[in-house]
């Protein structure tokens, strides 16, 4: 049984006012529509509602059961439609973000924090996790939004680029690049490499120019950038890092070293799922972030 939201209203206003001319004019209707759509109702039901004559209008016993069931779901809609007004004035709702704990320690939580700032309600969550399980997070709806290094299958995700994280060179403080305001790849050949894990992006970019550089394996990879900035810092070789990630290598005997090359860069992807509305405070915690992006490019 199908019963019209308007039929349901109709009951609810002659309940309430106990008068057809009044729960007409609530509705919006004539005295006599409004007969007919409780008429109509009782017929669907099987059922009389209302005991009325000329002065009296009240509700039987099957009507007070009924009463309950439609003041319940009346109460959910105006719930319902409450929160979803909230949501678009941005009074409530939450943002889910991803991306890597380079990202997540540096840039991001400027951006959340202006974020939190214009709308405090909105609640944040974020995961910091490596390239390839943004992705997934995306994929399986975790995640509303990733700033991730790499972009995904683009049959699947929606990705548009950031900008482009300049790399620096690390290397114990006593180097003779220490001292230096920027190097180039060719200064790099012969010299001891620390590698970063070969699944995670900074490896992936770095990769890419490695072998223009030259330089020596020293045997050595590791998971953690904190990890990296110690064996640095024990003078065990250097390494490349993307910008935001030189906090969580830097130590009192680290050195870091700017690289002029174009290739020496890490693309920042802003991604989303491709074909999937996000939630009003995702839609504007994302379009703050393009904005942003766009300003980069024109300043």
């Keep these: 049984m199908k019963l019209s939201g308007r039929l349901i209203d109709a009951f609810l206003a002659l309940e309430e006012t106990r008068h057809f001319g009044l729960a007409a004019q609530r509705c919006n209707v004539s005295p006599s529509a409004l007969s007919q759509s409780i008429s109509r109702l009782e017929a669907q039901l099987g059922i009389k509602l209302f005991d009325r004559d000329t002065r009296n209008v009240s509700l039987t016993p099957e009507g007070q059961i009924f009463s309950q069931g439609a003041n319940r779901i009346a ?5 319902a439609l409450d929160d979803i007004e909230n949501r678009l004035q941005k009074k409530a709702g939450r943002v889910s973000l991803a991306a890597p704990p380079s ?7 400027e951006r959340m924090a202006l974020f939190k700032l ?4 909105i609640e944040l969550r974020l995961f910091d ?12 709806g975790q995640a509303d939004i990733a700033i991730n290094a790499q972009p995904g299958n683009p049959l699947e995700l929606d990705s548009k680029i950031l900008f482009n994280e300049p790399m620096f060179l690390i290397c114990h403080s006593s180097h ?5 305001e920027s190097i180039a790849l060719k200064d790099l050949k012969k010299q001891p490499f620390i590698h970063t894990i070969r699944t995670g992006s900074v ?17 050595l990879e590791v998971t953690q950038l904190g990890t990296l900035g110690g064996l640095v810092a024990r003078d065990f070789g250097l390494s490349i890092v993307p910008q935001f990630a030189l906090t969580l290598c830097m130590r009192r005997d680290v050195a870091a070293v700017r690289i002029k090359d174009k290739r020496a860069v890490r693309p920042i992807y802003l991604v989303k799922k491709k074909n999937h509305s996000l939630s009003a405070a995702a ?7 393009l904005l942003e992006a766009v300003d980069q490019k024109t300043s």
């Design 129 to 140: 996790v490596v390239s390839d399980q943004c992705i997934e997070f995306i994929s399986q």
């Design 203 to 219: 490896w992936q970019h770095v990769q890419t120019f490695l072998s223009i550089a030259g330089v020596v394996d020293t045997g």
């Design 118 to 121: 214009r709308f405090p309600n």
């Design 103 to 109: 990202i997540a320690s540096n840039w991001l939580p």
């Design 283 to 289: 839609q504007c915690f994302y379009e703050q972030l």
């Design 75 to 79: 109460a959910e809609m105006r719930s």
């Design 176 to 180: 003779p690049f220490a001292g230096k």
